[in-house]
Nanobody, 124 residues
């Protein structure tokens, strides 16, 4: 089992920034893809970003590209999501996830382990 713990969510005004963290423990390998998904009220969970095991391949949803940056520190088994220029449309519960794939993935079904989620609220 892999356990994932997210932190860093909160309330921020439009145009502001937040940095989310996700710490992995258990049977976690640095070759595993890590990713972020989000779910807004009344909507389906959607892909936000992923990063390959080595950190060289980063994928982003079109809606966040240029504003969000995913990164990881394999010495700490931790991934991060730096969110800049936040918009009210970014309001959602953000989930960290881990996939057995090594090169990144945008597909929710390819992620086996999930964190509990952290709330991000962006006010106008």
């Amino acid at each position: 089992q892999v356990q994932l713990v997210e932190s860093g969510g909160g309330l921020v005004q439009a145009g502001g920034s937040l940095r989310l963290s996700c710490a992995a423990s258990g049977r976690f390998f640095t070759t595993n893809t890590m990713g972020w998904f989000r779910q807004a009220p009344g909507k389906e969970r959607e892909f936000v970003a992923s990063i390959s095991g080595g950190g060289s391949i980063r994928r982003y949803a079109d809606s966040v590209k240029g504003r969000f940056t995913i990164s990881r520190d394999n010495t700490k088994n931790t991934e991060y999501l730096q969110m800049n220029a936040l918009k009210p449309e970014d309001t959602a519960v953000y989930y960290c996830a881990v996939s057995a794939l090594s090169m990144g993935s945008r597909t929710q079904d390819e992620y086996r382990y999930w964190g509990q989620g952290t709330q991000v609220t962006v006010s106008s």
